[in-house]
């Protein structure tokens, strides 16, 4: 075998794992910076996100920080547990009756939800829709949605526009004895109105409620049309601890919830692999697909002479020759002069223009001669037939 071919299955095979290597680290990157995730993630370490909150609660001692990425999560005990659920849209209250039930339950047994909103840049120009434009947020049958938790909660929504004049509009707090800061910078043109009486307006924008709480059972609901106060960016140029504390409350226990932003773990073939240890049964069939694609690559027995017939190799035959050589194999040479006879009087011998003192002549002639000397002398004898 030349050398070159030898060296092709190594080449091919550090060529294949060079471009594993480089794919996985590029994922790798993507994932460390959770560009992957949508906004306000605590999965995500960029500006938009929220992983700086999640890293410094879980920091703090005596204090447990976890994920949910169960679309029906079991909460559990709820009394000192806080469930923050970041970067949520008005249409995203339209719940199933079980999640409905679930978010109930955790409240009225003395846990504290803290639902914030995805910023809106957007709100109407015209001055009578300015402070009322409602933000409609419609059933999604499709999906058999069929309970509002707005609606249960006592709270609607609308879109007030942000002040043109300034840089960033600011939210003043409405409860001095809260000791939280006196006012925040606020990037969402969404605000809350028609309020149930429990509800209890902790900031306000322009008289506008932005960030809300109200009792429920034993557990607090908290608001918030905005959630850049929570944010990598927020955590980094514009920190409020004494807002992110009141915010989480006295919990021991902080749970962050991704399912609203499709972030959750669907079983699947590698959830399967990991659960039931599968690993080295995937590295055999690895192993077997790049010996397979070896194999079919690189000859392992050696390539025959190119030129001249060694003896081992069986030439092709044609239809003509193979059946020649069955009646070779079949019709002994003396008979075959008379078995061509006998086909040929089957086709021929009514025809007018062969006797049957001609057609004994060409039986006398075939027996006891050479094939080939019997052949030729019929056929000359035919052949004189066909003269005038």
């Known amino acids: 075998m030349p050398r070159r071919a030898k060296l092709w299955p190594l080449a091919w095979l550090l060529g294949v794992a060079a471009f594993v290597a480089v794919l996985g680290h590029l994922f790798q990157l993507r994932f460390e910076s959770g560009e992957l995730y949508p906004p306000y993630s605590s999965f995500r370490a960029d500006p938009i996100g929220c992983r700086a909150l999640y890293e410094s609660l879980d920091g703090l001692g005596?204090?447990?920080?976890?994920?949910?990425?169960?679309?029906?999560?079991?909460?559990?005990?709820?009394?000192?547990?806080?469930?923050?659920?970041?970067?949520?849209?008005?249409?995203?209250?339209?719940?199933s009756p079980a999640e409905a039930r679930e978010l109930d339950a955790f409240l009225r047994g003395g846990g504290r939800l803290v639902m914030t909103f995805l910023p809106h840049t957007w709100a109407p120009k015209s001055a009578a829709a300015s402070t009322n434009a409602p933000l409609e947020t419609k059933k999604n049958t499709e999906r058999r949605f069929v309970g509002n938790l707005a609606e249960n909660w006592g709270v609607k929504f609308h879109l007030v526009p942000l002040p043109e004049n300034e840089e960033t509009a600011r939210a003043f707090a409405c409860h001095t004895s809260l000791k939280l800061p006196r006012s925040i910078s606020w990037h969402s043109t969404l605000v809350f109105t028609n309020l149930n009486p429990a509800w209890?307006?902790?900031?306000?924008?322009?008289?506008?409620?932005?960030?809300?709480?109200?009792?429920?059972?034993?557990?607090?609901?908290?608001?918030?049309?905005?959630?850049?106060?929570?944010?990598?960016?927020?955590?980094?140029?514009?920190?409020?601890?004494?807002?992110?504390?009141?915010?989480?409350?006295?919990?021991?226990?902080?749970?962050?919830?991704?399912?609203?932003?499709?972030?959750?773990?669907?079983?699947?073939?590698?959830?399967?692999?990991?659960?039931?240890?599968?690993?080295?049964?995937?590295?055999?069939?690895?192993?077997?697909?790049?010996?397979?694609?070896?194999?079919?690559?690189?000859?392992?027995l050696p390539a025959a002479a190119e030129s001249g017939d060694d003896g081992t190799h069986v030439a092709g035959r044609t239809a003509a020759a193979g059946f020649v050589n069955l009646l070779r194999r079949s019709i002994p040479p003396k008979k075959l002069p008379d078995v061509c006879l006998d086909e040929w009087e089957k086709s021929f011998l009514r025809s007018?223009?062969?006797?049957?003192?001609?057609?004994?002549?060409?039986?006398?002639?075939?027996?006891?001669?050479?094939?080939?000397?019997?052949y030729h002398a019929i056929r000359q004898l035919f052949s004189e037939r066909k003269q005038p």
């Open 62 to 95: 005596g204090l447990t920080v976890s994920r949910n990425l169960d679309p029906l999560p079991a909460l559990g005990q709820p009394r000192g547990r806080t469930l923050c659920v970041f970067g949520v849209t008005p249409p995203q209250l339209w719940v």
């Open 200 to 300: 209890k307006t902790i900031y306000a924008r322009d008289n506008s409620p932005v960030l809300i709480e109200r009792p429920l059972g034993k557990g607090t609901l908290v608001f918030a049309a905005d959630t850049y106060f929570a944010s990598n960016e927020a955590l980094l140029k514009e920190r409020h601890p004494a807002l992110l504390a009141w915010l989480i409350g006295p919990a021991a226990h902080v749970i962050f919830d991704e399912t609203h932003l499709g972030v959750a773990e669907e079983p699947g073939i590698a959830g399967l692999l990991r659960n039931y240890r599968l690993h080295g049964l995937l590295a055999a069939l690895l192993a077997l697909a790049a010996l397979f694609v070896w194999r079919q690559s690189v000859p392992f």
């Open 352 to 374: 007018p223009q062969y006797h049957a003192d001609r057609v004994a002549r060409a039986r006398e002639l075939a027996q006891g001669q050479d094939p080939v000397v019997a």
